[in-house]
Every structure is written in structure tokens, then in C-alpha cells.
């Protein structure tokens, strides 16, 4: 059972999706679903005895295509609708060890392409509002399998932080005929301490209002609304940008650091978004070698973030944790 | 250092505030800050050998009076400002051992007086804008104290979750003359699927949106905006419900669990929010017996949550849990 559920007081779905709770979770490396199909072996998710990249279809997914009927009756305070979608896992190597930042640039920059071929297709499809590509790594952030994996998720609706967001730069450009990404990149360039890394097309900074100690966001320098303006060498120079990132991130500490790595970009809802400008955001959890920064009341129940270190002060260590783990 | 800096992308503030690195962290028992100072031995934050409820200025706040000036530098797209305001610690028992719904209901409702009475003090300061009154329970949640106790965040700002809710309230009562949380409540008083217990003056229910699998709403039947309107009967029903619901927590699968309990009410910024109803949430972090519900990149990057159970399905389980709690 699954639909969308309205939630009057936030003015926000729910995804509610039974078929979740039978998830795979954490099972034995010989028993991964995100494993090549070996002969005579465990039947996995991908039944080939080998592969490069793999896109498929979720087994456990919140969002469906088609959508089932909601089961659950709706009221003009509580409306109801199919959770039409699409939720997508992309496998980014057959080797079950390993990472996202320890892939070679050539596999990650396929996988650059992957991400723009999925967000030309999902985005195309009528019912598809919003496509999110997102990885979750480690099991901190409540990841069940340690195979190297992204996802992607194709929404009937723009996402609420999205949506905020693009509301915001849509009011700003509304008011300066200027993009506000584009603007505050201009400024992180000319500070300068809070950058963390440059190359051909993308700057990675850590934001001036952070919410995680070592959040960074990784800007293209062109005003790129979302994968789909990026040409090749743009998408081998984000390759390159997010993998050196991931690899720092490992490096400030020496342990695999989890994170979350979002990117946002413009909806595919047909309107007009001015101002999208696509960017990538990592939101790591820890605060320091043995500590987590946690989400709790204050953070979740009103939604303010309280980060107990100052971006400046980390910018140069995750520096030289990339330059670490470059040389 | 602390100050409120100004997040452009998202339009909300992040406090920053670097002391709070050097917060106690999991201390052993002996060392218990919470604790009463026993005569002779190590000296904790209550310099008495024994007291009923404390309520002090947290020694590792977010927010400071007086505020220390904001030290980086402000532009226009990057505004900043002091930080200035409280946070409190509410300790609930000289017992170290215990959590808040063990406590007698007589503890419980002198502490409704508690917190009734910092709603009123705090809100009538000039500069605090927004008292929110919460606990984090359980060390999965980020709790770093074990011993008993809340905390209130006196804001110079409505933080943005309350400010959302009450925007919608505002706007549904500008529309219909009426409250929207009383709207809800008396759907799902008619409904009953998601009841999950009634005293005097308060229901509580999991809302038809839930976020989490076993999250509840505690809602007064009277359209209060705040603790400040509330008699005596009503704080004692509300600290008889807060109890129920945590004990249930408890009983669900017989292990103290890890939530977030949270208090909405009325800003106390000096503005009319018509519409404004008090309510308390609860967020529980398990979704079964040895699973937690993470909030990963669609709930943090993406703002949408995902719920693998029906509301409708975890009532009844909450509801004997409850039950069992109680007899």
C-alpha cells in the first residue's frame, strides 16, 4: 500500500509506502542484491555475471509507476493522491568493496552521464515534477546496503527544501534580474575562506551559514539550471569535483566519513523556474573523529540548525584532508 | 563565538556557536552535571545537596545573553546578527536514574508550572521572539546527559517549522473564521482510526500525515494558543497525557525510546498569529523493535518524508502499548 498524504499543518506530503518496511537490511556481502549474478550463485538484483553501470527500478520504492489506488479515504483537510513516481537505484560498480570518491575518474565520469541521461528521461515523463539523484553513505545515515550505490527519486511535486530554495532565487531574480547562486559564488570567490576547492567548472565551498561543520556545496561556475545544459567536459569536471570531495571527506579523519550528497537542480514541471541553478550539496554528520552532529528538537521540530564550529575554521582543514588524499 | 548567520539559499538563520564543541560529553554517573552536589564530592550544576525542579542557563548554549558582536564580517546576501537570547536546561528529578514518564504525575504537573512559567518569563523578554520547549530522549537522538531533563530555547526569530505552521494556520483561519488544528482535531475525533488516547483536555492521535511511524500530536480540545492560557486542570491533563504517551513508547518493544518531544505554540513576538493552537510532538525514532527511521537525503535534502507503516496500522499497537503501560 502507498499514496501521498497531505499534511495540513506543514503544507507538505507524505510518502507512505508498506512495501518499505520489507526492505533488504544489511545483508552478508555474499547475499548483496547490488552484486553481479555469479553462476550458480545467489540470484541478485542484476542478472548478469558482470557489468559496468547498472540503472534499475527499485524493489522497495516509495514512489510507483503505476501507482497503486490510495487505499486510505481523503478529506478536503486531508487530501489524498497516488504516489506516482519513479524511484531508481543506480549501481555505480560491480565491485561490492569501495566507494564513491575510490571509482576512477573514467567509470565516474559514465556515471556523470548516467545521472544526466536519467534526469533528461525521468524529467520527460508527464507525471514527473522533480528528479532528485542523491547518494546516502554509511550506515549512520541509515544506509542497508554497502555495495556502492546512488538513487534516484522521480516526484510528482517539486520537493518542499527545493521548492524553497527556487522560490527564493525566483524572488531574487524577480528583484535584481540576477541569478542568486551565481551572486553568492561571486562573493565566496572574492573572501576566499571558505573555499575549498576550484577546477575548470565547479567551485566546492563551505557555506557561510553551514548547518553541518563540514557541509560543503559544489557550484557549477556557468549559470547551469541542471545536468541536462552540461556538455562533457562540464560533467567530467563535476566527476572530478565530487570525487575529490568524497575522497577529502575520508581523509579529514581516516574513517569512511558518512554523508549525504544531494543534488538540487531545476524541476522538469514545465514552469518556469528563473534563478535554478544547479548545484550539489553534501551534508556529512560528523562534528569531529568520534562525534555525530544530530538532527534532534531543535533542528527537527523548528527546523533551525545549530553548527557548534565556524566554516572558516573548517575550510582548512577539509583542504588539506583533499589535498591529503590527492597526493 | 556565536552569531546568527543568514542561509540565502534557504531563508533561515544558523546559529553558530563554537563552545558548544566543548559540551559534556556521556559522562560516567559520579560526574553527572545534573545530578545535586553531594557535600565532599564533585561539584555539579546545582550547587545543593538536593532540590525539587532546577532550571538553569545551559553552560553550552546557542544562544547567549548578552550576546557576544557577530565576528565575520557581514554583506548584503550574507547578513548576520547576535545571537542573542536563552537557552535553558529544565532538570525533571534529583534521580539520576529514571526518565520523564516514570515520573509521579504530582513531579509532572509541577513541572507543567515550570514550564508554564518560562513560557511566560522568557516570552516577556523584548527580544525573544519564539520559546520553544522541548526534551531529546535517548542517545540515538544526540542526547549527551542521561539524567533526566528538558530544555527551552528562548529565539530572537520564529524558527522556521513553527513559523510555517502558523503561516498555514493563518491563512486557513483568514479563509474559513476558523482554527485549522481544531478543524483537524475534530476529523480525527470523528474518524477514530488514529485516536491514540483521550483524557480531560487533551487527545492525542498519530496524524494522518505521520513523519514517523509512531509519531503522535497532543492537542487541547479548548483552542489554546499557548501554556500562558492554560489553568490548572489543563496542565495537570497535559502532564497526565505526556505521561501515557511516553510510557507507551516505552512498552511498544519494552526499551526506552529514542524520541523528540516538542512543543508549537504561540510566538511571543508581540504579532496576532490567529489561528495559533498549542500542541505538543512527539518524533520517535523506531520504526520496529531494532529498527530506526532515518532522515536521509529525500527527508534532508529534499524535505519529504517517507513513512513505511500506516498511521491507521501503528494506532492500535501504540494504543495496547499504552494500555499495557498503564495496568
Known sequence: MSELRWNAHLG???????????????????????????????????????FDLVVFENRFPSLFDPAPEPAVPATPLAPVRPSHGRCEVVVYTPQHRGSFGELPLDRLFRLALVWQDRYRELGALDFVDYVLIFENRGREVGVTLDHPHGQIYAFPYVPPIPERELQLAAEYHARTGACLTCALLAEELADGSRLVRENDHFVTYIPFAARYPYETIVVPRACRPSLGEM?????????????SVALGYDALFDLPLPYMMIFHQAPTDGRTWPGAHFHVEFHPLQRAANKLKYRASVESGAGSFINDSLPEEKTPELRAAIQRALS
Open 231 to 243: 556538455d562533457d567536459p562540464e560533467l567530467c569536471s563535476l566527476a572530478e569535483m565530487l570525487k
Open 12 to 50: 507538505e506530503w507524505t510518502m507512505t509506502s508498506s512495501v518499505r518496511m520489507e526492505r533488504t537490511f544489511l545483508p552478508p556481502a555474499d547475499f548483496c542484491p547490488l552484486c553481479p549474478t555469479l553462476p550458480g550463485a545467489f540470484e541478485t538484483e542484476i542478472p548478469e555475471p558482470d
